[in-house]
């Protein structure tokens, strides 16, 4: 059956009345997906079932297909965002998709560039030194074009902690923190000595030899001996702040649901 086939029976089941509403909504989470040329398959409805829509990853397409697939989710309602975009791929993306924004130092493009905190809560994110700055500026704006509100603290390391201590109020304020290092990556288990919340570790690339490429702040942050840090993927800032969006959202929904009760 074809999405458009599938689509039509469910609707036509809900009006016979065979389907109630709130299992029809449950099927078309798993419903739809938009195949873009022969190399894509948009998947629209990925929001309704995560929170967080598709987010296009960049390196390994042509800016060709990644504008076909921008243009394919343009009108959908939600933030179109592509990650680990060049100014050399951007500056081809230009010509092709319209009204698209530019985060130089978090390598993001997106068609919406304007979005209010739609979520209650605050994420702090932590940079170690000024060269983590594109990992935590990829966080920071994946959050905000997520609808989180985001406050930033940058070059804070421990070679410098006093930088910390003084910007004790960042920590404290956050509902959820995170932390991106490279070099040997201690940050994170001194920041989660301080907080109250939920740390999220990035550990970057950034460092000399013996750093392996971000292999030994990864292992310093999995060894933390301070209690609530989780660790994600070398250089995903991405991916930290979707998690730290994800805590927020279900912190939210546990909320009203205490409230409704």
């Known amino acids: 059956m074809t999405q458009p086939e599938a689509l039509r029976s ?3 089941s809900v009006a016979a009345g065979e389907v109630n509403p709130v299992e029809a909504l449950d099927k078309l989470k798993h419903l739809n997906y938009e195949p873009v040329g022969d190399f894509a398959r948009v998947d629209h409805h990925r929001r309704l079932r995560t929170g967080f829509p598709e987010v296009i990853w960049g390196p390994g397409k ?31 993306l230009q010509e092709k998709v319209p009204d698209l924004h530019y985060y130089a130092m978090a390598r993001i493009c997106a068609i919406t560039t304007t979005i209010e905190p739609q979520y209650p809560g605050t994420i702090g994110i932590l940079s170690a ?11 920071a704006v994946t959050a905000e074009l997520s609808g989180f509100r985001v406050e930033r603290l940058w070059d804070v390391g421990v070679a410098g902690i006093h930088r910390l201590l003084n910007n004790r109020h960042v920590v404290e304020s956050a509902d959820v923190l995170i932390v991106v290092a490279g070099m ?9 000595g301080l907080a109250d919340c939920p740390v999220i570790a990035v550990p970057t690339s950034i460092g000399y ?10 292992l ?6 301070a209690a609530g840090v989780g660790v994600v993927n ?3 800032g991405f991916g930290a702040a979707v998690l730290a969006g994800q805590i927020l959202r279900t912190a939210n929904k546990l909320h009203l649901s205490q409230r409704s009760d």
């Open 10 to 12: 469910l609707l036509e």
């Open 62 to 92: 042509t800016p060709d297909q990644i504008a076909q697939i921008m243009i394919a989710m343009r009108d959908r309602g939600s933030v179109v965002m592509a990650t680990r975009i060049e100014p050399e791929v951007y500056a081809q």
């Open 129 to 139: 030194g000024t060269a983590d700055l594109p990992v935590a500026e990829e966080a």
């Open 184 to 192: 040997e990556g201690a940050l994170p288990s001194v920041v989660a």
């Open 209 to 218: 030899g013996a750093s392996f490429g971000g292999l030994a702040p990864l």
């Open 220 to 225: 310093t942050m999995l060894n933390s001996c």
């Open 234 to 236: 070398i250089d995903n």
